[in-house]
């Protein structure tokens, strides 16, 4: 079992950034890719981005891609995400995911949730 917990979400003007942390405990977390999903209100949850277990594969949906990094320290069994130049519409609850394999961008891929932080961006 994984327990994962994000933190880092808050309030935001357009351009500015924000880096979204997510720690895990229970289980080995190097086995386990982690994404990142978001909710926007009155939206279905959509992916944003996965890294593998090793850290060394990536993927990032069109939407955040060039503006935004995942990156994990497995050490700390914690993964981020650096969302820079940050526009109203990257509004919604930001959560990470644990996956038993890395490449699923549906949240079926994904076995363990956070319960959610609030980014809010402001124009």
């Known amino acids: 079992q994984v327990q994962l917990v994000e933190s880092g979400g808050g309030l935001v003007q357009a351009g500015g950034s924000l880096r979204l942390s997510c720690a895990a405990s229970?289980?080995?977390?190097?086995?386990?890719?982690m994404g990142w999903f978001r909710q926007a209100p009155g939206k279905e949850r959509e992916f944003v981005v996965a890294?593998?277990?090793?850290?060394?594969?990536?993927y990032y949906a069109d939407s955040v891609k060039g503006r935004s990094t995942i990156s994990r320290d497995n050490a700390k069994k914690t993964v981020y995400l650096q969302m820079n130049s940050l526009k109203p519409e990257d509004t919604a609850v930001y959560y990470c995911?644990?996956?038993?394999?890395?490449?699923?961008?549906?949240?079926?891929?994904?076995?363990?949730w956070g319960q959610g932080t609030q980014v809010t961006v402001s124009s």
């Open positions: 229970g289980g080995t977390f190097r086995r386990y890719a």
């Open positions: 890294i593998s277990g090793g850290g060394y594969s990536t």
């Open positions: 995911a644990a996956a038993a394999n890395f490449g699923s961008v549906s949240e079926r891929g994904y076995d363990y």
